[in-house]
């Protein structure tokens, strides 16, 4: 029966004769499978672009090798012990020579210039070996020749054969014959940790002889390796490694969990908003089409027949779904990755000085793989309905008995556990325990007690739509006359109430579905600004004790080399003050007030004005009593021998620190300033690690010496793992432990810091490109970081907002086709209110009421759950926050959530008041002179 062409034609002529039905039955089928196929379109575009940028800049370039802190180039002697090291692995190495270069081109007297211009120096042959594939290194270039990377090409106009000016930033300029333009592809594409903007490749010691970047030795060395096993190596006495490759990889990975997590996110849930409402779009065609089943299993036709028709119909609503679903879906992601990509490129080169280029990827089999799958989801629910359909009586289905359900007939349990689960969740907000549940376990996960209050909240959000329900109905007389101010007449609320009553899934449905979607959107709306408002607060806290900017050195030749470059060019003003020099060590300690001991970072200063000028800034959280000002407590720290500040966190109690944070080094009670503590000075480590090596409590512990030291204050230092446990010291004291001191693995000799404005992008890019045009890299601002992702968080909160919103267009075409099949059922109905002396005009209000209600229901009570639970969500959140931060107190945005609430519910009013419009066409005229 299925394959006669009657049956489809028969369909397809229902579904015409219902047009408004049939197309808003599609439009809610299709947003479902149009965001899934989206949120694939994003993914597959970021993996494509992403493997394409990876191929271009690093081949097969796996890791970078640097030199250990003390050196700053690798000796050629050292190659043959680095490659005997990584001998028994498939790996390949090349050394090489890098400087940050400017170029400068003249084209028909229009000069160009750019900096932070990467150029390299190697062997070609060696190149061949470590690129087979690439043909450039068949090539000889004579001293006087280079390779230009394209995208630096087109940016200077740059042909072949054209003379450039090349500068390393020293007063070394040459003048080289571009030779050869060529595509980016592994080596020609590299940029190099500083992430260059383009490429230039020398012969072979060019760079070294003509520019005097190095002299017998080798800035860094590639590693490759041709295969797809996941080894990695490690740094060694010889070397450091720096995994750039995994570097980009983590960046595309951000992007697409950053973005593609939401829209998957919103995605999944206009999914099953969705399919709630498809179920009951299909009980309407059912139910439409009952009287029709009823007469053909009367003529012998058996269920099994029957539900083929019904599927026929479902199927072919179902096909148009997913078919505008895909194309849609398909438009969308292309929109959203070219909007997503173009501000993410914009902001990364604006604050970092490069991005990936993210390019619309059309991965045709795997959309429709997609939409197939979102279309398999719809067909198992028709199925699911259809079974239910099958097993009507044929009595019931010629008679449309089985059209309404009772009206008042609702389960005791179900109102039960109804109000249980609202009065649970309304004592806990009110009493508070709510959100003690949401502290998270000693590992760092999400407990289950908060999980299962995020279920409770869930579920008291549905109640509360239930229980409106039966109470709105139950007290339809109370609203009728409380509503008669608003020139409403009481026969209108009342049966404006009681009619949804008459099909209560259908009707509960549609509000659950506004319920939902406007509780995500409202809670979305809220916690995002909530988090960017915090990470603004947090930007503020992220510098180098207190230091806008800094540069790490490992020796005092690259510390006198900083301030050089920070003060050759006397007319930049970028730094507000003069620059400092940051050098710390770190001890092991043990006490009686602490926690198993643990390890202090000792900082100091030789006399009174280099202590305030060094850490005057910081402030302090608390100092004794006698000192007046802050400025009191750094001078006696030089002053006195006997006096620490230490790091505010010492002035916590360690129950104020959540389960993730370790304990291990911190006061069995808070200290105080003032309280006078023994330290225990042990050797160093064997091992150096965070915390002295383990022994057994029985064992006594060698002691270097013990100092009795008086905390006079706290200071809110915020400090990364580089002043971990910080500890400000006198001269004396810092000066007597050096040879007890220690650094941790890779960690530098110390810091250049100074101040810069945050805010002055064209300051900061002018040092930062001094800094590479004299090979220093390593030039940080670490508030850079927190603005990109600030930016990235405000356009995610947008884009996922418009996700939401159209997720609402569900709800709105639900209430739409709930309102044009309510009209249809209650015809008769209607035609007897007319004969009984009821205005048309009236009967349009019914029905203006009961969408209002339906549609006003939900949004209220999304709105409420969605104010609740931002507060669980924001709690959660901050449970998760070091109690040294700043939490900035819990902030509604008012205007923008009375805002959205104030348009749905006018589009609530303006769908309400369309449906009702269409009461008049089934109704009998009235009398001559009747008013209407």
């Not at 043959?80 to 090349?94: F, G, R, V």
């Not at 229980?467 to 609320?493: A, G, M, P, Q």
């Not at 006198?560 to 007319?571: A, M, N, V």
């Not at 035609?831 to 969408?851: A, C, N, S, T």
Request: with cysteine; glycine share 6%; net charge negative.
């Amino acid at each position: 029966m299925i394959k006669s062409g009657m049956l489809w034609k028969m369909s397809l002529r229902h579904l015409a004769l219902q047009k408004k039905q049939t197309l808003l039955s599609v439009l809610i089928g299709s947003i479902g499978s149009a965001l899934i196929v989206s949120s694939f379109v994003f993914f597959s575009s970021f993996n494509y672009s992403g493997g394409a940028w990876l191929n271009a800049h690093f081949g097969n370039i796996q890791w970078v090798l640097v030199p250990p802190l003390e050196q700053s180039k690798f000796a050629p002697e050292q190659l043959d012990e680095i490659s005997a090291q990584l001998a028994p692995y498939p790996l390949s190495i090349l050394p090489y020579v890098s400087s940050s270069l400017t170029v400068s081109h003249n084209n028909g007297g229009e000069a160009r210039v750019e900096s932070n211009i990467i150029g390299l120096d190697f062997s070609f042959d060696e190149a061949s070996d470590f690129e087979p594939d690439q043909p450039l290194w068949s090539e000889k270039l004579s001293d006087t020749e280079i390779v230009v990377s394209r995208p630096l090409a087109e940016h200077l106009a740059i042909e072949q054969g054209d003379r450039v000016q090349v500068s390393t930033g020293k007063d070394y300029t040459g003048t080289y014959e571009v030779k050869l333009i060529v595509e980016e592809s592994g080596i020609t594409g590299f940029r190099g940790e500083q992430q260059a903007t383009g490429t230039i490749v020398f012969a072979e010691s060019a760079l070294q002889h003509q520019l005097s970047v190095e002299e017998d030795g080798y800035s860094k060395i590639w590693v490759g390796t041709n295969t797809d096993s996941d080894m990695f190596i490690t740094s060694s006495d010889s070397f450091r490694v720096l995994d750039v490759r995994t570097e980009g990889l983590n960046l595309i990975s951000g992007m697409k969990a950053r973005y593609g997590v939401s829209f998957l996110f919103a995605s999944c849930i206009a999914v099953i908003a969705g399919s709630l409402l498809l179920v009951q779009i299909l009980f309407m065609l059912a139910d439409n089409r009952q009287e029709l089943y009823g007469v053909l299993r009367a003529l012998g036709f058996s269920s099994s027949k029957i539900g083929i028709v019904f599927k026929s119909e479902a199927v072919l609503i179902l096909s148009f779904s997913s078919l505008s679903g895909m194309l849609a879906g398909t438009a969308i992601g292309i929109i959203l990755v070219k909007s997503v990509a173009g501000h993410y490129s914009e902001t990364m080169k604006r604050y970092e000085g490069f991005s990936i280029p993210i390019l619309p990827y059309f991965n045709l089999p795997g959309i429709i793989l997609t939409g197939s799958l979102a279309m398999l989801f719809m067909l198992f629910i028709v199925l699911i309905v259809c079974h239910k359909i099958k097993k009507r009586r044929i009595i019931d289905m010629l008679y449309g008995s089985s059209k309404h359900e009772a009206v008042g007939k609702h389960p005791l349990i179900l109102i039960v556990l109804a109000v249980f689960t609202l009065s649970i969740l309304a004592s806990g907000f009110i009493f508070g325990w709510v959100f003690e549940f949401l502290k998270p376990e000693d590992m760092g996960g999400v407990p289950l007690k908060a999980l299962a209050i995020i279920l409770l909240w869930l579920a008291a959000s549905i109640s509360a739509v239930y229980l409106s329900f039966l109470v709105l109905s139950r007290f339809s007389n109370f609203f009728s006359k409380l509503l008669i101010w608003f020139k409403l007449e009481r026969s209108v609320v009342f049966l404006g109430t009681k009619y949804p009553q008459l099909n209560f899934k259908r009707s509960f449905t549609v509000a659950l579905l506004f319920s939902v979607l406007f509780m995500a959107l409202i809670s979305t709306l809220i916690v995002s600004n909530q988090l960017i408002t915090q990470s603004a607060v947090t930007q503020e806290n992220q510098s180098l004790l207190g230091y806008s900017g800094y540069v790490p050195y490992s020796s005092d030749n690259e510390r006198d080399r900083i301030y050089e470059i920070l003060q050759e060019d006397s007319s930049q003003s970028e730094i507000s003050e003069d620059p400092v020099s940051l050098e710390s060590y770190k001890l092991n300690i043990d006490s009686q007030l602490l926690h198993s001991g643990g390890v202090l970072t000792l900082l100091s200063a030789q006399n009174e004005e280099e202590m305030s000028v060094r850490y005057g800034h910081l402030p302090l959280s608390s100092r004794l009593p006698s000192f007046k000002e802050d400025s009191e407590v750094w001078k006696a720290l030089v002053q006195q021998d006997d006096v620490i500040v230490l790091d505010e966190k010492y002035a916590l109690h360690p129950d104020e620190w959540s389960g993730i944070w370790s304990k291990a080094g911190l006061p069995h009670e808070p200290l105080m300033v003032g309280d006078e503590i023994t330290l225990s000075i042990l050797p160093k480590s064997k091992t150096i690690s965070v915390l002295p090596e383990k022994t057994d409590d029985t064992t006594p512990k060698e002691v270097v010496d013990s100092r009795k030291v008086k905390i006079i204050g706290f200071v809110a230092a915020h400090a990364d793992y580089s002043f971990y446990n910080l500890a400000i010291v006198p001269p004396a004291f810092f000066s007597a432990y050096k040879t007890e001191g220690f650094k941790w693995p890779n960690e530098q000799l110390g810091y250049v810091a100074f101040h810069l404005d945050n805010d002055n992008l064209e300051h900061i890019q002018a040092l930062r490109t001094r800094f590479l045009l004299n090979n220093t890299n390593s030039f940080t601002v670490p508030a850079e970081r927190n603005t990109v992702n600030q930016l990235m968080n405000k356009q995610m909160v947008s884009v996922f907002i418009a996700f939401m919103s159209l997720s609402l267009v569900i709800g709105i075409a639900g209430l739409a086709l709930v309102q044009a099949r309510a009209i249809q059922e209650r015809e008769m109905q209607m035609k007897m209110l007319r004969y009984i002396g009821f205005r048309q005009k009236i009967i349009r209000k019914i029905f203006f009421v009961e969408g209002i209600f339906v549609g006003w229901t939900g949004l209220i009570n999304g709105l409420l759950f969605g104010i609740s639970g931002s507060y669980i969500m924001i709690r959660l959140v901050e449970s998760y926050v070091k109690p040294t931060e700043t939490l900035v107190p819990i902030k509604i945005p008012w205007l923008s959530v009375a805002g959205m609430s104030f348009a749905l519910m006018v589009i609530v009013l303006a769908v309400s008041n369309l449906a009702s419009k269409n009461v008049g066409r089934l109704f009998i005229h009235p009398q001559k002179g009747e008013e209407i």
